[in-house]
Structure formats: C-alpha cells, structure tokens
C-alpha cells in the first residue's frame, strides 16, 4: 500500500548562497574563506555556479510549477558587512529584499539560513569558529538581519555546525584543511553552540513573531559487528558528529556520558579538552527551551568499527566508487556491510537511519517542538543527452527510486509519532558540491553550466505529485 504524508506536510527545496548565488565579486560583496582556497587548491571555480543571483526568479518560478512550497536559502554574510562586522553594504541588502519579495510572488515561504559555511575571509583569518571576535560578529550580523528582513518568518542560525568543525580540523577538506585536530573540532562545535544559542535568545527576545531553528548534519551511526569494541567505537564516532550537538541545542545539556566520550577522544589524541563557562552553559540551556524546530540533514548512515592505529582520511571528490577510507585514531574505522548499496561517492542508501535518527530525536529529545528534514537527496553524475530542446524532461529513476525509499522512511516515523512537518530535497537545481565540483548534480532541475539554461528532471515531475497529494507513490 502507498505510504502517505499529513496533509500539512511541506515539500520543499534547499539551496546554499555560496553554492547557487555565483556573483561572488558583485554588488560590493566581500571575499569569503573559499575564495583564495578554491584557487589554490585547483578545484574549481565558484562563479557563476547556479547564477542564482540573477536568476531567482526563473528558479523559483520553476520551484512553483513543480509544487515547491518552500525553499532553504541563506544569506551571504559577507554580502550584508563585506568585511563580517562594520559598514552594511546596502546593495546586498537590496538583493535579499528582493530574493524574498519573489518568493512571495511565487506563493513559495523562504526558510533563512545565516550562516552555511561562508565565513567572510577577514573573520576566517581571525580564528573562524575558534575566536570569540567571530562569535560576537556573528550574533552582531543576526540581529542586524532580524531587524531588516522582517518578511522572514522561518530562521535557521548556523547550517551543519559540526560539518563545518569536522571538515575544517579532522578531516582537512575545508579550509584551513587541518587535519587530526579534535581540540580544534571541539572548540569550534562548542563556540558555535554559543552562537547559535545568542542568536536564539535575541531573536526570542525580539518577539518578532516567527521561529527560529538549527540545522545539523545527522549520520546515523551503527556498529560494523555486535562486539563491545565496535560498538564503542560506533558510540564516539556519534560523539564526534551527532550526540555533542544535539545534547547542546535539543537538551541544553552536555550529558556526562557524552563529555565522557569526547574526552576519550581528547585524551587518546594527548589533546586537551575544550574550554566552557557555566555562563556560556547557561546560555546554551536557555536556548534549547526557546527552539522552535531542528533541522536534520541526513543522507547516509555510517558503520564502525575498533581501530587503534593511526588517523588516515581519504575523501572521494570524484565519484570514484570504493576510493574513500575513514579511519580516526582514538575513534574508529568506518567499515560498510557488503550488502549495502553506496553512491559513486561512497555515500550509503540507507534510509533506515533516517528513520532511526527521526526517532532518536523524538524519544530522547522531547524538548524540540518540529522537526523539518532540511536536507536529504543523491548526488549523480548526469548528463544533458543531444538534441534537447526546453520541453527535454531528463530521466533520473535513481533520484525517484532514493526520495521514493527516504520520504517513506519519514512516513513511518511521523506514523510511530515524530513530529516530522516537511522535507526539502537537496538540491533545488543543481550546483556545485563543496569537496567535488559541479559533477556531483543533486537537483530537480538541471542546470547545463556553460549556457546556466534550466531543463526539468522526472523526478521534479514526481515531487509535484508527492507535493500535490501527500501520497508517495509506488
Ligand atoms: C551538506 C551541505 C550542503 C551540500 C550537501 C551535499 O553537508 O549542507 O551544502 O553540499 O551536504 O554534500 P556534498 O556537496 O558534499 O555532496
């Protein structure tokens, strides 16, 4: 039997500013910490992307033909205080205005992110996450944006918080690419806590009328076998990524067992644990009974198992299957089941562990009001065959047959009680993937980058109806 959504349910689409807008030398907007890095680095380039900047209105004039009723965008910080603090730009604020004022032409509710991993340069150089002049800026450009756009009603502070501290000091693959360092990864998961926790607190005592949420990247983390040492390490790997952050924002509260594991981590690396404040605590306790909602991101799930040898990360940003390792010294070693179908880029389907995690939210996180799933889709190497014209619908039975499964895993979860109120696909149309270029296509409408011409997907045709009836088809 087809498996149904609540009537209420909304369907939506997300995007990023940095991965969609391209103009990044427009309309007076300061440089970001991408910029410099991308060029060293030799990935890519990240103008014009999507061209979003110029084209928002085409996308979300598709976005209304194919029953999207809302959308995640966010803000480029530094295209409101180029510098991150100081004098507004007022041409950013225009296009903003503007953004919003064609969302609601289009019958289409925005969902605002702050900040998704596009810290302005200057305040990157100064210690990103780990300074507390970035944290004071960052609530400073919040209120800003609270008194301005008032025509938002659906506020999201930081995106993914613990992919950016991951990726910026484990893992190495964004900029300043450290690797191995979990004080770092900590530190900056902690102070962006407190940020996000400030800018609740002030937004809540704006009384401006809307809410207000988080989003964070939530892996379901399993044990590769049943033994005690895979599944302890299963248990810190979820430290690292999930349990700080949700005991944090969704309880107010850092566990002991939780602070437990971190410091297992800490101390198995001779690293020192990160620094907090009872204020700082209280703060972040005072936040979570003001939250609204939290965001899940989730795409695939991860298995553990016991590693003690030495730390080994190798990121696959080319979609060559099987090229990826996972091994943390002092954590774990990510190790799939054979039986496990994965994406060119190693990401498991597993739509299990969105269940799981939907559930985990609801049982031991009582706190929350709404969850919204912020992100979830596939990314796939897609091509634009010859001979098209603008009618061309391009056929992607694999995204259909991964949002058939993923949304019906919601569906279960919103049956066993969770308080699932929307979806949005990652992505809106496609853009550019941080760590792997525009090959890696998640949207529902394709974007041909040389000519930025739009062409719909199938499974932009699919969604409508999934949108339209609330039923998920067969
Ligand atoms: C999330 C980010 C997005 C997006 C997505 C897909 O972590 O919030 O910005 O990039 O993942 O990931 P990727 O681009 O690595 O495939």
Known sequence: MSKTLPKDFLMGGATAAYQVEGATKEDGKGQVLWDDFLKKEGRFAPDP????????????????????????????????????????????????????????QHGIEPFVTLHHFDTPERLHVAGDWLSQ????????????????????KYWITI????????????NGTFPPAESGRFDKTFQAEHNQMIAHARVVNAYKSMDLGGKIGIVHALQT?????????????????????????????LAGKYAPETLAL???????????????????????????????????????????REYNGKSETVHNGTGAKGTSVARLHGVGEEKRPDNIETTDWDWSIYPRGMHDMLMRIHNDYPL?????????????????PGNVNKNTVLADPKRIDYLKKYLGAIADAIAEGANVKGYFIWSLQDQ??????YSKRYGLFFVDFPTQKRYVKQSAIWFKKVSDTHVIPD
């Open 133 to 152: 002049e970035m944290v004071d800026a960052f609530v400073a450009y919040a209120k800003f944006c609270f008194q301005e756009f008032t025509e938002v």
């Open 49 to 104: 992307a999507a061209d979003f900047y110029h084209r928002y209105d085409e996308d979300l004039a598709l976005s209304e033909k194919y029953g999207v009723q809302v959308i995640r965008v966010s803000i480029a910080w530094s295209r409101i205080f180029p510098d991150g603090t100081g004098a507004v730009e007022p041409r950013g604020v225009a296009y903003y205005h503007k953004l919003f004022a064609s969302c609601k």
């Open 221 to 249: 983390v399993y044990p590769y076998s049943n033994s005690e040492g895979d599944r302890h390490a299963a248990a810190l790997q979820d430290a690292l990524e999930n349990r700080l952050y949700l005991d944090g924002t």
């Open 262 to 304: 971190v410091k297992e981590i800490l101390d198995k690396n001779n690293q020192k644990m990160f620094k907090s404040t009872p204020e700082e605590l209280d703060v972040i306790d005072k936040a979570a009974h003001q939250l609204d909602f939290v965001g899940v991101n989730n795409y695939f799930s991860k298995w553990l």
């Open 368 to 384: 929350v009001p709404e969850i919204y799933v912020t992100e979830n889709g596939i990314g796939l190497k897609e091509e634009l």
């Open 159 to 170: 995106n993914e918080p613990t992919s950016m501290a991951v990726q910026q000091y484990t």
């Open 432 to 437: 550019f993937s941080w760590t792997n270029g």
